[in-house]
């Protein structure tokens, strides 16, 4: 009984300790600043790696496998591990877009960008594009999608709010996946709502509250869940309320879903995330992608139309280095964006039927209902996003003759705790919708079948066609 009386003091502590320690954090966030600046800068302008360059003598080659196959698939694991710690302790975007608004014009927020579904237009069009262009193989598409993300958050800081993450807010490509994945955080900062409400009648009395500038403009009063909340400590233990708390990690989908949930986190979820997403990661290894292209490029030949076959395309809008024997026609960087968005449209529309199914058996079909039994695809979702980066880890350790025997077992155990997570996560969701086990259990029937959805796609990507 101690050890559980115990943590919660301790992780309260930690909270403290990060509010006392600003000025440590906001060193660290430019430490990483400069970091960031380095590997998407320098490597842009030296040549690319020949035959003989290695990740341990190579700055491009280094700066890929640092970006890709460690930073970002990490990140996405830290936030189901840690909450938003990434976006509030270390992003250089969010402390470089605050620091360009604390000078900046201080303008109020548009009713333009206050839209819901920029997290998902942001992240579609920048996945997207990110193909188009190769960022995972090149520096230069490196530089012009970060660093032009990146410029964008300085701009919007510079134009609005003050001292405040407008971009992180409204318009960061990953926010609104980032949001999905605290759902699942074992802890948040809790707001004690009574404690909040005493501290006005003391301030009655003299005491004197310090303000907080929260910077992702979360309105602390009424925070409820880790989805928006930055995890920078600069709120913990304002008005004697404010708290860093264990929780259990199914609690905010469970317990939430129906109130938080919307039609674009589904849309995130299904058409972004198991969608897009997958398609991105599809087409390289795709058989399916190289038939149709070849059907098409043959229909072109056969009716002489041979300018989609043209490679003059600039790099920035299809890759283009002929150094390395890697150039996309107008054909290829169209079939790039036609298989992505037909893989999206494939995968998000046949889950959206499976889980009005589920919804179905639940009830009624009710809109919140169906977003909200949509949450527990999280698991899954983020875990595919996890692998597909993760292969390109696994690409540049295979390079430099690293074995790779763990690989496969490591993927299948990856799913198989995804699936299994998302499962439960839909079971204590359909308690709150029904009492009767039959009900449930038929719910649970759809839901199985959309996880047999997701999963061929990786079955196809990481056995399916290797195999072939």
Known sequence: MSTVMTRPGRLAAAGQWMQRHGSVIRGIQWVVVAVYALLIIVPAVMPLPDDSAHLWNNLTLAAQFVFWGIWWPFVLLSMVMLGRVWCGVLCPEGALAEFASKHGRGKAIPHWMRWGGWPFVAFGITTIYGQMVSVYQYPKAVLLVLGGSTLAAIVI????????????????????????????????????????????????????????????????????????????????????????????????????????????????????????????????????????????????????????????????????????????????????????????????????????????????????????????????????????????????????????????????????????????LLWLVTRRYSERFVRRGLAMLWFAAALAVVDSAWWLMFWGWASK
């Not at 529309?349 to 949509?374: D, E, F, I, K, W």
């Not at 692998?387 to 077992?409: I, N, Q």
């Open 157 to 424: 800081g510079l134009l609005y709010g003050r001292e405040k993450r407008v971009w992180c807010k409204y318009l960061c490509p990953v926010n609104g996946v980032f949001s999905l994945l605290a759902r699942l955080a074992p802890f948040h900062y809790k707001v004690d709502e009574d404690a909040w409400r005493r501290s006005y009648k003391n301030g009655e009395h003299g005491h004197r509250v310090i303000p907080i500038n929260c910077a992702p403009l979360v309105p602390l009063r009424n925070m409820k869940g880790a989805s928006d909340c930055h995890m920078c400590g600069r709120c913990s233990g304002h008005r004697d309320a404010i708290a860093l708390t264990w929780r259990a990690p199914s609690s905010e989908v469970v317990e939430l879903g129906d109130k938080h949930a919307s039609a674009w986190d589904t849309a995130l979820i299904l058409y972004g995330l198991l969608g897009i997403a997958i398609g991105a990661f599809h087409w390289t290894a795709s058989r399916w992608f190289i038939d149709l292209k070849m059907f098409f490029a043959t229909w072109l030949v056969d009716h002489d139309i041979t300018w989609p076959l043209q490679t003059n395309a600039p790099w920035f809008l299809f890759t283009h280095y002929p150094e390395q024997n890697d150039v996309f026609s107008w054909l290829d960087g169209t079939m790039v964006i036609g298989y992505i968005l037909a893989t999206a449209l494939v995968y998000g529309t046949a889950l959206l039927l499976l889980l009005m199914g589920a919804t179905r058996m639940l009830g009624r079909l009710s809109s919140v209902r169906l977003h909200h039994l949509t949450q527990a695809l999280i698991p899954l979702a983020g875990a595919g996003v996890f692998l597909g980066l993760s292969a390109t880890t696994l690409s540049l350790l295979r390079a430099e003759h690293v074995p790779l025997w763990w690989a496969s077992d490591v993927r299948i155990g990856i799913l198989a705790i995804a699936n299994l997570w998302s499962a439960w």
